[in-house]
């Protein structure tokens, strides 16, 4: 972020010790004492607002260095650049005493730099009112000669941001008649421009020209920000800073009692009537202040509207438009929400400027508020809204999903409206594929958004393909990446390519005609058209050589993130069908996942615990999904590849497949399940003298043990077979050739194991409520009453598992 100049100068201002620092002070104090302003001063100052700004503990001044630098600022004879970095300093230090700031005389700039450093003191309701008092004061009077009032406006702009009821009703109704003169009456002629008129002359006064339109046309209408001069006159800045805030104001200040808070009531002839009346500038005149600013502003935000249609000359005055169309139709939608007379002529407007701009990706971020108006007003004025929401949600996040900013805003614009898109946007939640592309794209930055956006795009009918999607999502990061490149490449590298050639790189892949299909569906546009690809290993290997780019390894460290929100949104409806499906994707994805480094482990982290969550919301998908899970259980090379998910998936085996869960489980299944982990055991646990055998951890042993034991107590007369494994699994544990695999604790706990199953299993009846207990036994009442049999059983079972222990019934 920083240089490493720039990051040495932080931290030698972080790490200065005491000494040099009070050195420093005496001798900043020193010149400001002696009014020196020169160069050195400069420097020193600056150098002690680096000190006290560097770290995010606040640095109390030496008592002297504060008053001089608080006399500094104060003075209205002081230069503009000491009084900038004295109002800094004093911003970044303790809470000073201000009872000499708040009530100097001076020019309204240097009461604009007092005002800064008091609201930077903390909200302090009597000193916010204190300095918003002297701002208006300073409003309302005549500013003397050489003196302006525009650098008031944002202290006022800021007042209102940290206490909108410091004002009172009369300073609210002075604020809204001045800024209805700043947006409205500004003078449409250049400010005076002093400039010499020649060699052998005397300076003289150029006679000032009228305001220009930014394609160089004479103004013919009012001054307005996109109003262009060599120079303005200060009722012509005005005019800009009070654009500038009036968004802020609106929202704070423009309904009251005496306007239009019941205005949702009135009918639309009322409101076709009231539209008529405020169109004329005699009878606006007659409004209350607040309705005549709304008024007035929104003239001007249609004035705006108009100026933009205009070609720029310049570049920045090109994109100074942009700016002001998305500040204007804001501006239109507050008032239309406060008064609903202003909708129907807002709505031509409005919707006349969205047909000149929807063709013009330049103008992307005008679409946003455009939509934002079309949300909020659609319904009133009976406009067909799904060409503005289909444009929004197909272009957009389709083909510029590679712009931060605009990324950020579209996402915050489904963010902040998702519960009216979910209810009243019918391609919202179709549109979800789109919807992923700024995400895959802009990640780290967009996570926290999409964490409270995910939600609301989950539903029965989404929620299979929306899980593909986010496993997918990496794949997605890759395949935009290939497309930005693909689509910038010269035309001579698009040769295209021999379908019967093998491909050696994703760019070529993604040019192939074999694999275009597999990239169509990735970059879809909306939802409906398969759940996933039956080819996802191929498309893994041809994106082999982008799995290491940093944008795509950042994407796979959000996906577990979002995997974790959606499984926890998804079990607040899932039945059992679709928890039976989710099951289904959970085994199927945990060996189809991109190959990035730690994805598969932390996606099979997610899946591990998830699994469990949906065996206790619907325990019989065990038994309805035996086929897949005996499948999945009885391959070996699951345990090498997916070690912790495996275990996961056994244990919930031998806990749920039992009739206390499903009255459709058989001894058939169980014995059927049986006998296939006593397969993979036997398999894991074969002593063979290569040395190329794998390891297999203490924990998957102990598992698989325990969960033949808890079938073996469903069905008794699987007892003496596990019973017989497991007296063979105590000499494996203390066989030479095992000591050469495990440590000394591995071998300990997988004998231990080992030999309290055994001890259990010698008395059917409690090994049976040890391993397999009832449903109720998680009620307080089995834990609580002594007179139920769980405390007994468990004083029964602590004898059982002592070593050699002689205990018998009775």
């Known amino acids: 972020m920083f240089t490493a100049g720039a990051e040495s100068l932080i931290k030698q201002a972080r790490e200065i010790q005491d000494e040099d620092l009070q050195k420093f002070y005496t001798r900043v104090s020193k010149l400001l004492y002696g009014k020196d302003f020169g160069n050195e001063t400069v420097d020193s100052l600056q150098r002690l607002y680096l000190i006290v700004s560097a770290t995010k503990y606040s640095r109390a001044l030496p008592e002297d260095v504060l008053q001089l630098l608080q006399d500094l600022l104060c003075s209205s004879k002081t230069a503009e650049q000491f009084q900038a970095l004295s109002c800094a300093i004093l911003r970044e230090t303790f809470p000073c005493d201000l009872r000499n700031l708040s009530g100097e005389e001076g020019s309204s700039k240097t009461m604009s730099h007092v005002a800064e450093v008091t609201l930077a003191q903390g909200i302090n309701k009597d000193k916010v009112s204190s300095v918003a008092h002297h701002v208006l004061k300073c409003l309302e009077a005549r500013q003397p000669e050489g003196q302006s009032s525009r650098y008031l406006l944002p202290v006022l702009s800021k007042v209102i941001s940290l206490s909108p009821d410091s004002l009172t009703e009369d300073q609210i109704n002075l604020v809204s008649r001045k800024l209805v003169d700043w947006l409205r009456y500004a003078s449409i002629q250049q400010g005076v421009q002093l400039s010499s008129g020649g060699f052998f002359t005397s300076p003289r006064t150029r006679q000032p020209g009228p305001i220009t339109e930014v394609d160089g046309a004479v103004a013919a209408d009012f001054f307005t920000v996109l109003s262009l001069g ?38 639309e002839v009322d409101g076709s009537v009231m539209s008529m009346v405020s169109a004329t500038s005699t009878s606006s005149r007659l409004l209350p202040p607040k309705e005549r600013l709304r008024e007035k502003a929104f003239e001007y935000c249609h004035r705006l509207i108009e100026q933009s249609d205009r070609k720029a000359l310049k570049k920045s005055d090109a994109e100074l438009q942009k700016a002001c169309l998305i500040e204007a139709v804001t501006v239109m939608d507050i008032i239309c929400r406060e ?43 009976a406009v067909d809204s799904e060409a503005v929401y289909r444009q929004l949600f197909t272009r957009i996040p389709s083909e510029l999903f590679q712009e931060p900013m605009l990324a950020f805003e579209f996402t915050q614009f489904c963010r902040v409206n998702v519960k009216v898109l979910r209810e009243s946007v019918s391609i919202f939640k179709h549109s979800f594929p789109n919807l992923f592309k700024p995400l895959a794209w802009n990640s780290p930055a967009l996570i926290s958004e999409y964490v409270e956006l995910l939600p609301s795009l989950i539903g029965p009918d989404t929620a299979i393909e929306i899980l593909h999607s986010l496993l997918d999502l990496p794949c997605l990061t890759a395949a935009l990446d290939i497309q930005l490149r693909s689509a910038s490449s010269q035309p001579s590298e698009r040769v295209p390519l021999d379908p019967s050639v093998k491909v050696s790189s994703s760019m070529e892949a993604f040019r192939h005609p074999y694999y275009r299909g597999m990239f169509l569906y990735i970059l879809r546009d909306e939802a409906g058209t398969g759940d996933t690809i039956d080819r996802l290993s191929v498309l893994h290997e041809v994106l082999a050589d982008m799995a290491d780019s940093p944008r795509i390894v950042q994407c796979a460290q959000t996906t577990p993130i979002l995997l974790q929100v959606f499984f926890n949104e998804a079990a607040q409806f899932a039945d059992e069908k679709l928890i039976n499906q989710l099951v289904l ?11 990035i480094p730690n994805y598969k482990r932390e996606v099979q982290r997610v899946f591990s615990s998830q699994l469990l969550v949906l065996c206790k919301l619907h325990p019989s998908l065990i038994v309805e999904q035996c086929k897949e899970l005996m499948e999945f259980s009885g391959t070996t090379g699951n345990i090498q590849r997916k070690e912790n998910f495996y275990t996961h998936v056994v244990w919930a085996i031998g806990e749920y497949l039992s009739v206390s869960y499903d009255k459709r489980c058989t001894v058939e299944q169980i014995t059927a399940f049986f006998e296939t982990l006593e397969a993979v055991l036997f398999e894991i646990t074969q002593v063979r003298l290569s040395a190329s055998i794998p390891t297999y951890s203490p924990r998957v042993i102990t598992m698989l043990l325990t969960t033949l034991s808890k079938l073996a107590s469903r069905s008794q007369d699987l007892i003496p077979r596990v019973s017989l494994f497991l007296s063979k699994m105590r000499s494996f544990a203390r066989s030479p050739a095992v000591s050469s695999w495990y440590s000394e604790e591995d071998i300990e706990e997988i004998h231990t194991r080992a030999s309290e199953l ?9 090994a049976q409520f040890v391993l397999a207990p009832s449903t109720e036994g998680t009620s307080p009442r089995w834990h609580r009453d002594t007179n139920t049999s769980l405390p007994l059983a468990m004083r029964a079972v602590s004898k059982v598992l002592q070593r050699d222990s002689s205990f018998s019934p009775g």
């Open 758 to 766: 055994i001890n259990l299993l010698k008395l059917p009846s409690v």
């Open 339 to 381: 008064d609903p007379s202003f909708v129907y002529r807002a709505f031509a407007c409005v919707k006349a400027l969205y047909g000149r701009l929807s063709g013009d990706l330049a103008f992307s971020r005008a679409l946003l508020p455009i939509a934002q108006f079309y949300l909020n007003h659609s319904e009133t004025a």
């Open 585 to 595: 994707v959970i085994l199927e994805r945990s060996s189809l996942l991109y190959d």
């Open 230 to 267: 060599q120079s303005y006159t200060e009722d012509q800045w005005m005019n800009m800073h009070a654009f500038s805030m009036i968004r802020k104001w609106l929202l704070c200040y423009s309904t009251d009692g005496s306007g239009n808070g019941d205005t949702d009531d009135k009918s």
